[in-house]
Each structure stands twice: as structure tokens, then as C-alpha cells.
């Protein structure tokens, strides 16, 4: 399915099939995407602040530039997907899984990544992490 730009502020998408959808550019803003399939979804430039991606598939998801300042991804799963420059600020990754995610030049900063399963992450020296998180050292 092909919603690039679509405007979808506050949808409610829980559960919501979206296997490899095109949502490039869209405004996801406080939607609900609640244990939502996401896998392979390209959701570059996408706005997904203050969204709610609680049990999100987003494995191998394109997420390059995108807006997840204040997003809910609680036990979601991120793995091998590109958050290459994404905005992650304040997000909650609590328990999500981010195996082999690529982190280049992503911002973190006050995010919750406890007890998320970072093995294999990529990042940079334009990576923003968490004040006081090392996850290297």
C-alpha cells in the first residue's frame, strides 16, 4: 500500500496490518499502532511523536529522519531497522528489542532504554545517547 504524506494524526491503527507499507512523509502524530505490523515499512521522514508503538513489529523498517520524539515503544520489536538521524527523544524503549539497529547520527537524548536489547547496534560519533549511557564502555 503506498500512504506516502498521508495525514493520520491520532489514528487509531491498533493491530493494523502494514506489512511493507510506503508511509514516507506521513503524520502519524499520537496515533495508536498498538502491537501494529510494521515489518519492512518504509517510514522515512515520518512524524510519530507522542505515537504509541507498544509491541510494534518494525523489523527491518526504514525509519531514516523520522520524528519519534516521546513515542511508546515498549516491547517493540526494531530489529535490523534504519533510525539513521531519527529523533528519539524522551522515547521509551523500554524491553524494546534493537538488534542490529543502525543509530547513526540518531538522537536518544533522555530516552529509556532499560533492559532494551541493543547487541549488534550501529552508531557514530553524531550519535545521542542518553546523559550518563555508555553502552560501549
Request: hydrophobic share 40%; aromatic share 18%; charged share 25%.
Given at each position: 500500500a503506498n500512504l506516502k504524506g498521508a495525514n493520520l494524526k491520532g489514528a487509531n491503527l491498533k493491530g493494523a496490518?502494514?506489512?511493507?507499507?510506503n508511509l514516507e512523509g506521513a503524520n502519524l502524530k499520537g496515533a495508536n499502532l498498538y502491537g501494529a505490523n510494521l515489518y519492512g515499512a518504509i517510514l522515512y521522514e515520518v512524524n510519530l511523536r507522542d505515537a504509541?508503538?507498544?509491541?510494534?513489529d518494525l523489523r527491518d523498517a526504514d525509519l531514516r529522519d523520522a520524528n519519534l520524539t516521546?513515542?511508546?515503544?515498549t516491547r517493540a520489536n526494531l530489529t535490523r531497522a534504519n533510525l539513521t538521524r531519527a529523533n528519539l527523544t524522551r522515547a521509551n524503549?523500554?524491553?524494546?528489542?534493537?538488534?542490529?539497529?543502525?543509530?547513526?547520527?540518531a538522537n536518544l537524548k533522555d530516552a529509556n532504554l532499560y533492559e532494551a536489547d541493543l547487541e549488534g547496534v550501529r552508531d557514530d560519533e553524531?550519535?545521542?545517547?542518553?546523559?550518563?549511557?555508555?553502552?560501549?564502555?
Open positions: 496490518y502494514l506489512y511493507g507499507v504509541d508503538l507498544r509491541d510494534a516521546r513515542a511508546n515503544l524503549l523500554y524491553y524494546a528489542d534493537l538488534e542490529g539497529v543502525n543509530l547513526k547520527g553524531e550519535t545521542i545517547w542518553p546523559e550518563g549511557y555508555a553502552p560501549w564502555s
